[in-house]
């Protein structure tokens, strides 16, 4: 078990990106004023999936952007990481060991239509038939094949202001992107956000805007001085969620989602989607009860997904 000695140091795993250093620098502002005798010392870990140009499914999923981090978090090197609860593998596909910590409060959960500098504006409804929509996330994809089969989905990678600098000048191989408004907010560009999707149709990722921090599960001290910058009602949703994706196997490469909300009494509400990449109809399921019990609403929202038929979907999702 570590053990944290007066004025020590916590040792912070972050990928390098624009986005990733902006949400740790967040989170360093709440430590600091949190544990103002404290020292954080943030570690840059580069992922594989920062180093790889090609498609995620070439390297495992977005699992490619958290493994290097969990061996450094399990082998000593740092003491806690940070990431997007989006980008996190189910339990099934990591290594044991790892824990959330900390989960800052929930962002927007939406999707936004990007359009170039100097396009006029336009739905995703108005687009011509054949317009190339840039995505990575099977769940968008397989949401274009069902709500606008007339658009044609194209993998694209990269960080966000690298994409929206490649967009902008005509290299990303897309002339439209799918994109986070979270993430634009955070980098600074909200005003790059055109069509914001409504999440009752355009359905968000699960984990969507959420923020999280993980530590080695037997380092209780770690632990412990970061529970304390948990967001009570977001780790309520983030349970949830995590939860149907636990229930249902799935990862980062499959066309699912899982939404929690808080209702007006304090329930809490799970809507959870298994999607037809073809764009035929998805399954589709929902929960609800005490938020004391929020992990296990959200397996009952998974069971009742298979129970409906999400399995033959599930079959052709994972990549």
Known sequence: MTTLAPQAVVRLGTRPSPMA??????????????????????????????????????????????????????????????????????????????AV???????????????????QPVTLAELPP???????????????????????????R????????????GRLGA???IAALAGLRRLGFADRAGEVLDPTLWLPATGAGIIVVEHRADDTVTGGLLAPLTHPATRILLDAERAVLAELAGGCLTAASAHATLDDTGRVIVRAAVLDPAGGPSVRAEASGSTEHAAEIGRRTA?????AGALRLLAVTHE
């Open 158 to 169: 990269g960080n966000a202001d690298s994409r929206l600098d490649r967009l902008d000048h």
């Open 101 to 119: 910590a900390a989960v800052l409060p929930r962002e927007d959960v939406r999707d936004v239509l990007v359009l170039p500098v100097g396009h």
């Open 303 to 307: 069971r009742a997904l298979l129970n």
């Open 21 to 98: 250093m902006e949400q740790t620098g967040r989170f360093a502002q709440a430590f600091h004023a949190c544990h103002p005798q404290l020292t954080l010392d943030i570690r840059k870990i580069t992922s594989e999936g920062d180093a790889h140009r090609g498609p995620l499914s070439q390297i495992g999923g977005k699992g490619a952007f958290t493994r290097r981090a969990d061996t450094h978090l399990l082998d000593g090197r740092v003491d806690a990481t940070i990431a997007c609860a989006k980008d996190l593998p189910g339990s099934h596909d990591r290594a044991p060991g790892t």
């Open 130 to 156: 054949g317009t190339r929509v840039g995505t990575s996330a099977p769940r968008r994809a397989a949401l274009l094949a069902s709500l606008f089969p007339q658009l044609v989905p194209v993998p694209i």
């Open 175 to 177: 002339d439209v992107m």
